[in-house]
């Protein structure tokens, strides 16, 4: 299902009015959508794409959204999102592509980030709030090539196993 780039506006639709559908694909970006992100993903776990990104979605964002097992591009970019990177897509260990930026999202960046998302190639957190250092574990991640932590409020020194994400080098 492709509604992007319309003016579509209101709340997003009720995710249970598509029980017994098998969706892989999602994408109502560039819409005027608002309020919450769903609650509740469960009738979603074989979805493999999903942009709600470039709306005015506000509120945190549910730990429900673990649910997609299979996810392997999230894009939420541009929103009025808040509260913290949600601990729940530790699940989604298939996630390549994750894409936050321009919301307001803070806390501290979580550790198991490098170990639970091992095929990540993006990972883009611009313009948030997070805050705290880099942690180490983000070094685990061998196939990221594009890593986006610019304007937040991050300290602390860079983690000198930088030198270990090999996919950004390119001989």
């Known amino acids: 299902i492709n509604l992007s780039q319309n003016k579509f506006s209101g709340p997003l639709l009720s995710l249970s009015d598509f029980k017994g559908f098998y969706i892989r694909f999602l994408d109502f970006s560039h819409n005027q959508l608002s309020g919450a992100l769903p609650d509740d993903w469960t009738h979603f776990k074989g979805l ?90 983000i070094c685990h991640l061998s196939n990221l090539y594009f890593l986006d932590l610019s304007i937040n409020r991050i300290s602390g020194i860079i983690p000198p196993c930088f030198d270990n994400l090999t996919a950004m080098i390119q001989k």
């Open 48 to 137: 493999a794409f999903l942009n709600l990104g470039y709306n005015h979605l506000s509120g945190t964002i549910s730990a429900s959204i673990g649910q997609l097992v299979s996810l392997s591009s999230l894009i939420l970019r541009n929103n009025m999102l808040y509260g913290e990177f949600p601990a729940s897509l530790s699940n989604c260990s298939y996630l390549e592509f994750v894409d936050f930026g321009l919301n307001k999202l803070s806390g501290k960046l979580p550790p198991w980030i490098g170990e639970g998302l091992p095929q990540l190639y993006a990972l883009i957190l611009k313009s948030n709030r997070f805050s705290g250092s880099i942690p180490y574990e």
